[in-house]
């Protein structure tokens, strides 16, 4: 089997396509692509899709994110994080706990927030970052995101730690040089670990060296998730196998789905990942809008 998820725990150094490139090593002629791009110096989850499943992609990539961030104040960098060149920097004298904490409910809830120059956003084409490597800087868009929750671990002058649970589109550089930027002194974000996305969790991530030992053996299949869980919360239903032949074919079929909603998965009589679906209300019948078994 050479189609569902790997729960990655990404290393410092490596970018998300470098991952890709890596986990291409052991299925050579399947598509790989990763759901949700963590920055170079980032580690934590990294979930990475291999053949049929990579058709989910926009399923896992759409679900909140959660990480641990340690802030940087007092100084302030090119990129927003700890692998830009430092712009300014400024003395926390008298900077406290409770002098931070008193600014985060600016920052959580549904709130607006400008992408960094150093992104992958593209404008006419071109990816911001390429811009700012050569000195360019644009105006960006706000974009409204969602932080669920903004919880201080630690402070120990000049990092603080925190918890955020958010949606996807955050930045966690941006949050951290926004953060700075309201108590006064600037802020970097010095490290970044993503501890969850949406169910899978860096408790339950594998170590990406272990994947490749494990290549000539096979063994490293072991730890690949069935492409059903890219989309375990959505409702579900169990095709009979004259609704499979329709589905198969790009027909609507009638189907008695568990739950609520206008999508839902398919599973075929035997148990696997059919089809995605969604409702037609002036037929009454489920229309087919990813098929993910062959005719």
Known sequence: MNAGILNIDKPTGLTSHD????VRRLVPKVRVGHAGTLDPMATGVLVVCLGKATRLIEYLAGADK?????????????????DGEVEERRPIDGLDRAQIEAQLPRFTGAIDQVPPMYSALKRKGQPLYRLARRGVTVERAARRVEVYSLVVERWSP???TVRIHCSKGTYVRALAHDVGQAVGVGAHLAALRRTAVGAFTVEDAVDLEWLLARRETGAWRERLYDARVAV???????????ATHRLTHGQPASLSVDGE???????????????LVRYDPESGLWRPHKVLQGA
């Not at 991952?19 to 890596?22: C, G, K, L, Q």
């Not at 579900?236 to 196998?241: E, G, H, L, P, V």
């Open 232 to 242: 375990q919360h959505l409702p579900q239903a169990t095709a009979d196998s004259a």
């Open 19 to 22: 991952v890709v490139a890596r």
């Open 66 to 82: 959660r990480y641990q961030a340690t802030i940087r104040f007092g100084v302030t960098t090119t990129t927003w994080d700890a």
């Open 261 to 275: 909603g206008s999508e839902a998965a398919v599973l075929d009589p035997d148990g696997q990942l059919l089809a």
């Open 158 to 160: 000049p990092d603080l």
